[in-house]
């Protein structure tokens, strides 16, 4: 592999406005976004910029997608927090410290999950079971910042425990917090929902008008600390601000490393890396669709996690691909990974020198992005097409939504996970199996179910349409006995490989069991059409040696042979 | 479902001499295991006995095996030392409590999946991963129990430490106990090598030749026993006895509930619940095919669930299908739970007058008992054949065993779950897809790697081998994005659905993802061949109406429609 991405050694001039253009819009909107972040992970605002520099910059140079935005993100962030909480107190030194860690945790096992080509995890969760996991996380954020919306103290361990708490503290609101909360939420939302198609009706491309109406929180910012810095609302009406930022980029140094840490933080590493990769791979993937590009999940494994490995170096915490980041990045005409190494290298510049900007801005306006952001990834609209297309899906949604809201967000993923593996194994213990006859006159077998067809006496032949292993094969067993049992002068049953690509050591073990069941009755196996790795890896077993005479190159030939045997009784 | 078991309704009279003897058998084995394995466990001798009664009547009222036998067996015994000896004193009123949790947990779990139907969890664990499991525990148990042998305390936190810890007491090894172990385990070596043999030429029939050598730990029980009392040599000689067994029946009460108790106890639960069940229909199920029987997983699950709980209801700790006596009731004639029922009834009266034959029995001899019957649970043929036939699931059991060696059975156990899902995820990720072409003259239409077959200009046919859900549509969208990619003048690509008797939530996302990626490129999806069931749930959605006129009865139509469309041009 060489080691200059492709993407460097093939760039053409003409993709270079894309990229700057895109890396100065997603700057703009990364700002406040990891400012916003950093908060709901309980880390102080400038863990939020460094995460947004070199981890941009390594995934730049490992990663497959041409317009995946990496850097902070709501659900990350969520996960970081509820790791982090029993640990140690909230923006402590502690705290940030394990952030680092939970970050190389989670960094150096998705690197060693690409190094061990294990991309295909990316399909251990199935997308409603994702949706539900993002809706139930995200409703579970905005709940929590409710408190900074009303400028009180209201702690909770759960949705329900916070909300008692908020409408106990209630009467303790701030009042000029909540006018600047509200107003920013409202004006956010209005931005959101209306501002792109007003500035379209005004004659502005449609992309053009999307992309402004994303840097709507960029403006709130802007107009509220403005507001704040000139009338003194910190200190005339006790508004809660940023504050100090620390200026000039982050130092390079290693996490501490404690082994009574990494017991903890394993486990939470691990669902945060499964959960970053999923989402980073489907969003990275519909992005590329669209230009007829494509992304290797490996790649995308060893991207994310060398990103995840620089947040942790630089004094950052988990990060992974963005949704709306990345499609304003692809919006905005970013054609290679230039733009994110733009907005790097911008971001670099803010936090070395312009982080006394952010002083007088208020936290509540952070509060009202991440509410309005998390907002807009509550999907209904997965659950009604779920709903009306495969209950069984809708209830998994369901209950990975209900789960994360009633348990928290690590039980929410470990049920999800569980939810779809437990359907994996259920629809593979139900293959498709169909007894078999010949089209008259043909050398064509069909479904007796569906064709007309015509069958031997004494021969049941079964087709499965799978390969055999362990999930599978005892309800091929069972089907079998059951087809023995209905037809007891049964002398032969034929097995047609066709579709059996490969038979695993389990699925062996129940073909031999099933092969001396049958000749304990008198009733042969019969094999045809067997694929030649299939039954090369047969003949040095036990039951190939049992079958030998009895495996058939075509389904016609073992009917025949089944004709002549019971011809000759 | 009739409350009545079938068996009862239908018995017959000539079934009867076999479930007598085989219940009389099935007892004298079961003596000496029961009060083995709650040694095992941590647990005082009558532990044993009482999960030796209520769960089998439990078990015969609710399961669908005819021949299994269900008791105390050696690795849930493990599994429950594993999860209780954090928690409590080893043999205290604690340790007893807790292990009666520990069975209602796990009953109850087995019911309620019973209840819920997820009898398909059977297929949770691939044979290879099953057999790693025991034989790791089985490596486990029996260095476990060497320090019984040498007379001697040894502790460690796992096998290495225990060698080290065994290797330092050495010096104070007790001889006399050393010398009845070490005779009773070569007694029984010997017996279980080649007593049966030896009756055979002898002329004795190698049925009962088999099940008189699996009596051979009652004779050591009985001759050591005999011996310790008529020397003393508990007092004369220092030999740990059992001493003085409670007489009676036990008592029925629930056990004590506690929440911190159940929150640590959960997983332990569930992990014993799914190992035993795995283990108990494996069991059943290869006796059930024997005799052309069938075994219901949904059932298997309630009766042992059913067990759990009464033994939990009567002193008792968790019980599951035990290999080997299963195979012994079998082998003895057991015709219906009868002989289980028998067996019962017998240990009730042994505990309710006769605990007094176990006061001298030496707690050497219970260890020697284990020993030899876990060295036999250590499959080395298994591990034989699949490293012949298939590496990788080789190397699942040997880091399945591994696991369970080096850091314990419960990480060992889940390691297994997660070895053999991920093999299931992965092998489902990689489904068979194939390009087909029309074969010359016929209306028929096979894989173009395969078969001499003519295809159309412009028209790419794929067909893919395997319905259609999360785990395996991203490997279709590849497929066809890559066969695009390299013939860019395609204007059609057909979908042959033969083989796809369902569509899940997701992979409806990511058809309707590549139809539309297509239509962009001026590329139309076609499918042909869509089963009913799935069709009529495609018509609701997005995709099916965007398909309208689109979807064709058969390959061949698909295939005149393009080479119209293409001959228009």
């Given at each position: 592999m060489n080691i200059v991405p492709g993407w460097i050694r093939s760039y053409q001039k003409p993709w270079l406005s894309g990229d700057a253009i895109a890396g100065v819009i997603v700057t703009v909107m990364l700002i406040p976004q990891s400012l916003a972040y950093a908060l709901l992970a309980g880390l102080p605002p400038q863990v939020g910029l460094y995460a947004s520099i070199l981890p941009i910059l390594a995934y730049a140079l490992l990663g497959s997608s041409m317009t995946l935005a990496v850097g902070p993100v709501a659900v990350a962030s969520l996960m970081t927090a509820s790791a982090l909480q029993p640990l140690a107190v909230a923006g402590s030194a502690d705290y940030v410290a394990l952030a680092m860690l939970l970050s190389l945790l989670s960094g150096g096992m998705l690197l060693?999950?690409?190094?061990?080509?294990?991309?295909?995890?990316?399909?251990?969760?199935?997308?409603?079971?994702?949706?539900?996991?993002?809706?139930?996380?995200?409703?579970?954020?905005?709940?929590?910042?409710?408190?900074?919306?009303?400028?009180?103290?209201?702690?909770?361990?759960?949705?329900?425990?916070?909300?008692?708490?908020?409408?106990?503290?209630?009467?303790?609101?701030?009042?000029?917090?909540?006018?600047?909360?509200?107003?920013?939420?409202?004006?956010?939302?209005?931005?959101?929902?209306?501002?792109?198609?007003?500035?379209?009706?005004?004659?502005?491309?449609?992309?053009?008008?999307?992309?402004?109406?994303?840097?709507?929180?960029?403006?709130?910012?802007?107009?509220?600390?403005?507001?704040?810095?000139?009338?003194?609302?910190?200190?005339?009406?006790?508004?809660?601000?940023?504050?100090?930022?620390?200026?000039?980029?982050?130092?390079?140094?290693?996490?501490?490393?404690?082994?009574?840490?990494?017991?903890?933080?394993?486990?939470?590493?691990?669902?945060?890396?499964?959960?970053?990769?999923?989402?980073?791979?489907?969003?990275?993937?519909?992005?590329?669709?669209?230009?007829?590009?494509?992304?290797?999940?490996?790649?995308?494994?060893?991207?994310?996690?060398?990103?995840?490995?620089?947040?942790?170096?630089?004094?950052?915490?988990?990060?992974?691909?963005?949704?709306?980041?990345?499609?304003?990045?692809?919006?905005?005409?970013a054609n290679t990974p230039l733009a994110g190494v733009i907005s790097a290298v911008l971001m670099g510049v803010v936090i070395a020198s312009l982080t006394g900007l952010f002083h007088y801005l208020p936290q509540v306006v952070l509060a009202a992005t991440i509410i309005v952001a998390v907002v807009s990834l509550i999907d209904i609209q997965t659950l009604r097409e779920a709903w009306r297309y495969d209950k069984a899906d809708a209830m998994s949604l369901l209950a990975t939504a209900g789960g994360v809201i009633a348990l928290g967000v690590e039980v929410g993923i470990l049920m999800g996970v569980a939810l779809s593996l437990g359907t994996l194994v259920w629809r593979s213990s139900h293959p498709h199996i169909a007894v078999v006859g010949r089209v008259p006159g043909t050398e064509h077998f069909r479904n007796v179910a569906r064709h007309a067809v015509t069958t031997e006496p004494g021969l049941i032949a079964v087709r499965v349409d799978e390969s055999l292993y362990f999930a599978n094969s005892d309800a091929l067993l069972d089907r079998v006995e059951q087809l023995v049992a209905a037809q007891p002068d049964t002398r032969h049953v034929l097995l047609v490989c066709s579709a059996i690509n490969q038979i695993d050591t389990t699925a062996l073990g129940v073909l031999t069991d099933l092969e001396r069941s049958l000749a304990q009755r008198g009733t042969a196996l019969l094999l045809a059409e067997v694929k030649g790795p299939v039954l090369d890896r047969l003949q040095g077993t036990a039951l190939g040696q049992r079958l030998e005479g009895r495996i058939f190159l075509s389904t016609h030939a073992a009917f025949e042979h089944a004709r002549q045997a019971a011809s000759t009784v």
């Open positions: 060693l999950f690409g190094a061990l080509r294990l991309g295909f995890m990316a399909h251990f969760l199935s997308h409603p079971v994702i949706s539900g996991f993002i809706s139930g996380s995200a409703i579970l954020i905005a709940v929590g910042q409710v408190k900074h919306l009303l400028g009180v103290k209201a702690g909770g361990t759960n949705v329900l425990d916070t909300l008692i708490q908020l409408a106990q503290a209630v009467p303790h609101t701030h009042g000029v917090t909540l006018g600047i909360g509200a107003g920013s939420v409202l004006f956010l939302w209005l931005a959101r929902k209306y501002l792109a198609p007003w500035l379209v009706r005004a004659g502005v491309s449609p992309k053009l008008a999307d992309i402004a109406s994303r840097l709507a929180p960029m403006l709130a910012v802007v107009v509220s600390t403005a507001l704040v810095a000139a009338l003194r609302w910190d200190q005339t009406a006790g508004v809660s601000i940023v504050g100090a930022v620390p200026q000039g980029l982050p130092t390079l140094a290693l996490p501490k490393l404690s082994l009574p840490a990494i017991e903890q933080l394993w486990l939470p590493a691990l669902l945060i890396s499964l959960v970053g990769f999923v989402e980073s791979v489907s969003v990275a993937q519909s992005l590329a669709l669209q230009r007829q590009q494509r992304i290797n999940p490996n790649r995308e494994l060893l991207g994310l996690g060398a990103a995840n490995v620089a947040s942790a170096l630089s004094g950052g915490f988990p990060v992974t691909g963005g949704f709306a980041r990345s499609v304003v990045n692809f919006a905005a005409g």
